[in-house]
Structures are given as C-alpha cells and as structure tokens.
C-alpha cells in the first residue's frame, strides 16, 4: 500500500519563508492536478510547485505541464522510485533558494490554510527539523497522526488515530 506522505523539513532562517512544494507525478495525472489544484489554492503566497514526473508513459507529464503553466515541471527519463524522485524535486528547489520544502504524494489535497499553518508551526521553534501535518483519508477520519519505529526489529508503521491529542507531537517519523 502507498502511504500518504506529507513533510516539511525546516532550516533556519531569519525573514518570510519561501517554500517549495514538490509533488511526484508517476502515469497519474488526476490525482496529480488535484493535487496542484489544491496547492494552488493555498493562502500562502511565497511558494512555488515543482512537479517530477518520474519517467511517466501516459503523457501525464506533458499534459500537467500545459494545463499548470505557473509550475514547474521537472521530467525524469526513468522512473527513480520514490526517494530518487524526491531527491530530484527537492535538489531543484534548494537550488532555488527556498527556505522550505514540502513533499507530497500527488495523491494529497491539502486545505487551503494547510501551508499557512505548517509555516507559522515550523517559525515558531527553531528545533523542529521535520514536521507533519494529521492526515485525514477521503471519508474525513484521521489516517495519520504519528509514526512509530521499533528500533529491536526496525519496523515502521503508524500509531493508532488519536484525535484528542493536539499541538506538537513527537513522532519517529
């Protein structure tokens, strides 16, 4: 199963915050412009999409670079896998001089205040290296809200939803 991911990985800074969203598109371009959709409807305004479409077939790429002229669309001759694609989305945008990047499986929409609140979060301690939002599934129920390593055997998976805890959580992952 494809697990939903949703990071925001922090470094210091002194003034407003450019963030860079970067998105992967793999032969899905529904999810994906919705995805972007929902990203272009942020309340933010310093931020730009950048969008690696990792070694698609069908086209999605191409026609998520027409349809989103204000993004950039980044094209892979292979599909990298999910961390190899990141990896290239993220290497763009820190060489873009952003201050944040935010990585989202194309299958995300996110809230329009969503950005908002990450950064106001992320400004508000400078400890906080990588920061998660709660996810919710499409039927609005918490999906995620903490990730759990057990370190004996290195086994990942999440903690069961609490929908009572609020504020800062400390997760594994």
Same mark, same amino acid.
């Given at each position: 199963?494809?697990?939903?991911?949703?990071?925001?990985?922090?470094?210091?800074?002194?003034?407003?915050?450019?963030?860079?969203?970067?998105?992967?598109?793999?032969?899905?371009?529904?999810?994906?412009?919705?995805?972007?959709?929902?990203?272009?409807e942020?309340?933010? %305004?310093?931020?730009?999409? *950048?969008v690696?479409? $990792?070694?698609?077939?069908?086209? =999605?790429?191409?026609?998520? +670079?027409?349809?989103?002229?204000?993004?950039?669309v980044?094209?892979?001759?292979?599909?990298?896998?999910?961390?190899g694609?990141?990896?290239?989305?993220?290497?763009?945008?820190?060489?873009?001089?952003?201050?944040?990047?935010?990585?989202?499986n194309?299958?995300?929409?996110?809230?329009?205040?969503?950005?908002?609140?990450?950064?106001?979060?992320m400004?508000?301690?400078?400890?906080?290296? %990588?920061?998660?939002?709660? *996810?919710l599934?499409? $039927?609005?129920?918490?999906?995620? =809200?903490?990730?759990?390593? +057990?370190?004996?055997?290195?086994?990942?998976?999440?903690?069961?939803?609490d929908e009572?805890?609020?504020g800062?959580?400390?997760?594994?992952?």
């Amino acid at each position: 199963m494809l697990m939903p991911v949703t990071m925001f990985i922090h470094p210091l800074m002194d003034e407003s915050p450019k963030v860079s969203c970067v998105v992967l598109n793999w032969n899905n371009y529904e999810d994906t412009s919705n995805c972007i959709n929902s990203l272009i409807e942020q309340d933010y %305004v310093n931020f730009d999409i *950048i969008v690696v479409d $990792n070694g698609s077939v069908d086209g =999605s790429g191409t026609k998520l +670079n027409q349809q989103f002229g204000s993004i950039n669309v980044v094209f892979n001759a292979t599909n990298l896998g999910f961390a190899g694609g990141m990896n290239r989305g993220i290497e763009i945008a820190l060489e873009n001089d952003t201050d944040y990047v935010w990585i989202l499986n194309n299958d995300i929409v996110v809230k329009p205040k969503s950005l908002c609140r990450l950064v106001d979060r992320m400004n508000s301690n400078v400890d906080i290296g %990588v920061l998660s939002p709660k *996810i919710l599934d499409f $039927n609005n129920e918490l999906w995620f =809200s903490k990730g759990v390593v +057990n370190w004996w055997i290195g086994r990942v998976t999440h903690s069961e939803p609490d929908e009572s805890e609020e504020g800062l959580i400390d997760n594994d992952y």
